[in-house]
């Protein structure tokens, strides 16, 4: 068991003891995880590039970065978990068309979009 | 080596053969993180919570719901590495103060948020 | 003036009474207008559609909602101000283009996505 | 009519003439501006500050950012519609209260956090 797996599992658990399953259909938990994630950005927004480069050296704000970080992980892992997908395997396969997109001598240094694969 | 853990190196050397490191900077790589979760939101946007359930069904719809929680992983797991935050430990922890908050007897069946810890 | 130009310099006073005018570029006051919109989702994450509709009958959450429409109202028109957008003008364009994406007897009771315009 | 009026009314019918009205449940609206406020932030997310100050200075990142503001615009007002609330009302009930809670001596030049209001 991946420990991706074993979070799932206790997540599984957790909410099969409160009777919440009737609440977490992929609708609600996209909403849950976006929920979540604009929290996250709340730690950023204020922050200049490099300050947030050194957030968790400041125990106060490193706390709730990683609390937040927490928070996305789970519904992350929750999501994924009821459409029974394999979060490292999507991104991997995502990565594998990026290879394709990006080209590293093209897209050197840019943050320039590359075109949708044919 | 998890795979988080593999994923994350791979990102780190896909980022490195293109110079990207200066763009993934924490407050970028959540805003990234965030837009993702967007894309991902609006797969499920007109879905009833019933259909959002047998999404996976639907082979179109059901790759791009997988590519898109790829895209949402590969941001938060680059984010986590760049904050050098273990995801999986940062989530149990927050599971942790969850069990402790939400008595399954109190909160049985209810979408009631809990006060926060004192 | 209209409503939305009254609020916008209510906002521009706000920030330059405080010094927080260097906080306020696009890209962080992006970043917060999303942030907002997390909490306002957050709203709505557990309730059916149908207690959507209703959510304005109940005082406490009503006035949650209320608030965090306030909040998101804030960061767009700080934003589209400091970009020097009119809001109005922007969405009778999206509009415009909409009318001609959707024709109203092909789209009519689908939520299926239009191909972009040629 | 106010412009935001105009544009609410211009909502209504394009959504009758589709018979869309049973997909424009708050939740679903909520979802769809979470949506598009994503696309507007992926806009800004590899931009310096700096650089986001001047993007509308690209005429076509310029013309992004004017079409995304202009979408979130559009479920804003729709939404808002839906709820019955009056956003330029709530924006200044917003901050009356921001008013209250950031003294300007204090707050000077800090993007610190005020304590809620008693």
Excluded at 94 to 117: F, H
């Amino acid at each position: 068991m991946t420990p991706i797996e074993g979070l799932a599992a206790r997540l599984r658990e957790f909410a099969a003891a409160r009777d919440w399953e009737p609440f977490h259909t992929p609708k609600n938990l996209a909403m849950a995880l976006a929920g979540e994630t604009g929290e996250l950005l709340a730690e950023f927004q204020w922050l200049t590039p490099e300050e947030s480069a050194t957030v968790m050296t400041d125990p106060e704000a490193g706390a709730r970065v990683r609390a937040e970080l927490g928070d996305v992980m789970t519904y992350l892992v929750r999501l994924a978990d009821a459409l029974d997908v394999d979060l490292v395997e999507a991104a991997h396969a995502k990565l594998d068309e990026s290879e394709r997109r990006y080209d590293p001598r093209t897209y050197r240094g840019t943050a320039r979009k590359a075109p949708p694969l044919p």
